[in-house]
């Protein structure tokens, strides 16, 4: 076998134990799920379960940091394309698409028994926010930038969690306006 072939075989592999791991999760915590379950859900074996992860808990944490590299990467372009008051439209669009095209790991990372998760993404989203934003603010203290993160923050997460559970959705780009629109009139606090 060549090594092409190999190499797909093991990146098919491993999508199909992401996948039954993301169908898990939709019907279980973290912690209900075991690496037999997953196994029988994925079509293979513990070996080869244990040839790409340790435990469901390092799926789980590989998921979100593969997850969070992307989302650091399509912020920090979203903010270098133009300033913070200008791009704040563009920002949500390109966080809010990316949100929604990852929904699955979207609502692991957001699930009420991840909470270190959360609290990675949120961390991550204010290192960001403090970096860029003390560049566009530079009146604002950087405790003034801290509570208007949390602020933003909290209400965009309240907001996606309502988008992710409900069942009619208006285009993901109409609800980053919307979004965007309430971040910027809550932006003049920081002016």
Known sequence: MNIENRDL????????????FLQLRKEKPLRKITVRELCDRAGVGRGTFYAHFMDVYDLNEQLENDFLASF?????????????????????????????????VCNLI?????????????????RLCMEYYAKYFR???PEKVAQFYRFVSSGCI???????????????????????EIIMKGARYLA
């Open 9 to 20: 075989r093991v990146k098919l592999t491993h999508k199909m134990i992401i996948d039954a």
């Open 72 to 104: 650091t990467e399509a912020i920090k372009t979203a903010f270098e394309k133009t300033d913070v008051l200008h791009s704040t439209r563009e920002i949500c669009r390109t966080v809010f698409a990316l949100l929604e095209k990852n929904e699955d």
């Open 110 to 126: 957001l699930s009420s028994d991840n909470t270190g998760g959360v609290m990675k993404f949120i961390e991550l989203g204010k």
């Open 139 to 141: 009146e604002s203290t």
């Open 158 to 180: 309240s907001c996606l969690q309502g988008r992710l559970a409900s069942r009619q959705r208006v285009p993901v780009e109409q609800f980053a306006d919307e979004m965007a």
